[in-house]
């Protein structure tokens, strides 16, 4: 029973998280019908394929492995990292970077996932954007040390495989919409402080997204936001310039 009502809360959350990206890009609002079968779908997805592994299966055969000049850089996160792609294309377009974000992910379904979606991609640096989704928890409790964990083993997995790393920052964020009353803010500091310290004694480019975008209570400034947790377009254009310096950073170009 805990299993079956787990799964109900996942499906929503997925639901608002997508509903959520259509509506920040001006898309029609979704149909009953539309979020009955997003349900459906999702209800598949989630007892067969936990950490949709099947996701960019086809995109990841397509792109290949990279050009022998081309320095691949991939991004993996969550809602933020995908809808970054939907919201400002321009960011991407004519540029070695692959958009490997999935809406309502969580650190351990990022980590099995890392291999098909990182690492086969022979990038020369992952962009690691993760640990809200935790907080929140969307795929159950999760205490900041079972985030932290989860983080190290997706370093010490590029590294391993000579891939560097930039650790970004958890954007601020006051409340969830889809689970309000959590009270992450507190949370969010410290995590951001434990990724920091990490990064700065393991050879990894920290990122901070967090403290030009945090207002005095920890939350995500209004400008830059359309629902208290992710990025509107003014919000993706504070992180562009800051992402593109971490990058130059991590391949010793700055």
């Not at 070695?96 to 809406?103: A, D, E, K, T």
Request: aromatic share 8%; hydrophobic share 40%; glycine share 6%.
């Amino acid at each position: 029973m805990k299993n079956i009502k787990l799964i109900a809360v996942l499906f929503l959350i997925t639901i608002i998280g997508s509903i959520s990206l259509l509506a920040q890009n001006d898309s029609p609002k979704p149909t009953q019908e539309q979020i009955d079968a997003w349900r459906k779908a999702e209800d598949e997805r989630m007892r067969n394929d936990w950490a949709n592994l099947k996701r960019f299966v086809e995109n990841n055969k397509q792109i290949g492995m990279p050009a022998p000049d081309e320095k691949r850089i991939v991004f993996m996160g969550n809602s933020i990292t995908e809808g970054w792609s939907n919201t400002d294309p321009d960011f991407f377009a004519g540029k070695p970077y692959v958009n490997r974000g999935i809406s309502g992910q969580t650190t351990p379904q990022m980590l099995i996932r890392f291999r098909p979606d990182v690492i086969d991609l022979k990038p020369e640096v992952v962009v690691i954007l993760a640990g809200i989704n935790d907080i929140a928890g969307n795929t159950g409790p999760s205490t900041l040390e079972m985030i932290e964990a989860n983080l190290v083993s997706m370093v010490e997995l590029a590294k391993t495989n000579r891939i560097r790393v930039v650790l970004s920052s958890v954007l601020p964020a006051y409340d969830f919409p889809w689970r309000p009353g959590m009270q992450p803010a507190e949370k969010v500091v410290q995590l951001n402080a434990w990724i920091k310290k990490y990064a700065d004694a393991n050879g990894c480019v920290y990122l901070d997204y967090f403290t030009p975008m945090a207002d005095e209570k920890n939350a995500l400034k209004t400008e830059y936001t359309y629902d208290g947790v992710h990025p509107n377009l003014a919000g993706y254009k504070i992180m562009e310039p800051m992402v593109e310096s971490a990058i130059q950073k991590a391949l010793g170009l700055q």
